[in-house]
């Protein structure tokens, strides 16, 4: 069990983010019903509109937190155009969030080949069916090309599409929030400053 003053409401003894982060995602991992490394993540478009849906994050350590996508989708060209993210963790059954902001960089093909060959047989068939974002004209038609990429790869390894990789959010500021009674809720935010982590406490 991770130290009571980091999974507690009184987080401030906390050296640095990411240990935080990650006692916080072993209590989600306890209390969530579902996902608990499920994440909303804001990018920008070309004309500079949010966009923003869950993914699943997929690892993190002090370089960042990662996760997977077709960069061919609207979220992959928002992000290899405007190189920067926002993600938002709420896990409900803690009364938890924790918000992170920063640059994004790709992560390497040997990182993407070592997750891609981590995932179930039907997922990775589904990395080369799916024109991710793009119009479908029927349910027959992804189906169709499940089937044809299914049979293309119906012995031995499957590669991973060139167009399916993953990115990392290099963090800028980590803001972790508790809920207290009355709407009096702990809000502390960690701020990347040379060599290390600046932290303060922000008003509810």
């Not at 991992?29 to 004309?47: G, I, M």
């Amino acid at each position: 069990m991770s130290d009571t003053s980091l999974t507690s409401g009184d987080f401030t003894e906390s050296p640095e983010p990411f240990e935080l982060f990650a006692a916080w995602l072993e209590d989600a991992s306890a209390s969530e019903p579902n996902d608990p490394n499920a994440v909303a993540l804001a990018t920008v478009d070309e004309d500079g509109l949010p966009n923003v849906r869950m993914v699943l994050l997929k690892g993190f350590d002090s370089a960042g937190f990662v996760f997977y996508t077709n960069y061919e989708s609207a979220k992959g060209q928002e992000l290899l155009t405007n190189r920067k993210a926002a993600m938002c963790f709420h896990w409900k059954s803690l009364r938890r969030q924790v918000r992170v902001r920063g640059p994004v960089e790709q992560v390497t093909a040997a990182e993407a080949d070592a997750y891609y060959a981590s995932r179930p047989r039907g997922s990775r068939i589904g990395a080369w069916a799916s024109k991710q974002s793009r119009p479908l004209e029927s349910r027959f038609a992804l189906e169709k090309a499940v089937a044809e990429y299914t049979a293309r790869y119906a012995i031995g390894e499957i590669p991973r599409p060139a167009h399916w990789s993953g990115f990392r959010i290099v963090p800028q500021t980590i803001e972790f929030w508790h809920d207290r009674p009355f709407r009096l809720h702990d809000r502390m935010v960690f701020s990347r400053v040379a060599g290390g982590w600046a932290k303060a406490r922000l008003y509810p």
